[in-house]
């Protein structure tokens, strides 16, 4: 007769860990931001080992891995690549972080921003006006789009609506990361680059975040 095997039980911690190795961890998402918000010494503690840090904000209602200074990592292999946004994707988050900050000071007790994607390309229309081909322009977005949830800055509501009544959600990550006091500078910098190609094609440039 074989023997059960003791069932293992892990540290909730340790369940926290695991979900922010797949990405930010939001306060609405009660139960994983009550394990990270409890166990945020074990886990910073452990990645710390590894040369990562566990970044949370409780008044933004954020958390997520960061890489940690490169004094701090010294000998240690960088884990987390740097990812960088194309000019698109940097032009869209710049945008929705603005939009993000007038709806939490229109609402400060706002939790949740969503927005759709028809609002969305209109926010955004000074740099992606629409052509003759609706198709490929709502790709267009879409990608830009994706590239921003990869990285937790938005998030399609999987239940809203197609084409342009899906809808986002802005992800207070996007305050974290998209400077305000640059916003202004880099959107003129990005017009007058764009007026200098004449043309709808995307540019090769990248713009780290």
């Not at 949830?149 to 938005?154: D, I």
């Given at each position: 007769?074989?023997?059960?095997?003791?069932?293992?039980t892990?540290?909730?911690?340790?369940?926290?860990?695991?979900?922010?190795?797949?990405?930010?961890?939001?306060?609405?998402?009660?139960?994983?931001w009550r394990?990270?918000?409890?166990?945020?010494?074990?886990?910073?503690g452990?990645?710390?080992?590894?040369?990562?840090?566990l970044?949370?904000d409780p008044?933004e209602?954020?958390?997520?891995?960061?890489?940690v200074?490169?004094?701090?990592?010294?000998?240690?292999?960088?884990?987390?690549?740097?990812?960088?946004?194309?000019l698109?994707?940097t032009?869209?988050?710049?945008?929705?972080?603005?939009?993000?900050?007038?709806a939490?000071?229109d609402?400060?007790?706002?939790?949740r921003?969503?927005?759709s994607?028809?609002?969305?390309?209109d926010?955004?229309?000074e740099?992606y006006?629409t052509t003759?081909?609706?198709?490929?322009?709502?790709?267009l977005a879409?990608?830009?789009l994706?590239?921003l949830?990869?990285?937790?800055?938005?998030?399609?509501?999987?239940?809203?609506?197609?084409?342009n009544?899906?809808e986002?959600?802005l992800?207070r990550?996007l305050?974290?990361?998209?400077?305000?006091?640059a916003?202004?500078?880099?959107?003129?910098?990005?017009?007058?680059h764009?007026?200098?190609?004449?043309?709808?094609h995307e540019?090769?440039?990248?713009?780290?975040?």
């Open positions: 007769m074989n023997e059960t095997e003791p069932k293992v892990l540290p909730e911690w340790q369940h926290a860990a695991v979900v922010l190795l797949q990405g930010p961890v939001f306060e609405h998402e009660a139960e994983r394990r990270v918000s409890h166990g945020r010494k074990d886990i910073d452990y990645f710390r080992q590894i040369g990562l840090r970044v949370i008044l209602g954020y958390a997520y891995l960061d890489q200074s490169d004094e701090e990592r010294r000998e240690l292999p960088r884990i987390m690549r740097r990812r960088q946004l194309s698109g994707a032009v869209y988050g710049l945008f929705l972080r603005q939009e993000l900050d007038r939490i000071k609402d400060p007790t706002v939790t921003v969503r927005r994607l028809r609002f969305i390309r926010l955004v229309s740099f006006p003759n081909n609706e198709p490929a322009d709502r790709r879409v990608s830009h994706s590239d949830a990869e990285l937790g800055f938005v998030q399609r509501i999987a239940d809203s609506g197609d084409g009544e899906a986002y959600e992800t990550l305050r974290a990361k998209f400077n305000p006091q916003a202004d500078e880099l959107i003129i910098r990005i017009r007058a764009l007026a200098k190609r004449h043309g709808n540019s090769d440039a990248l713009a780290a975040v």
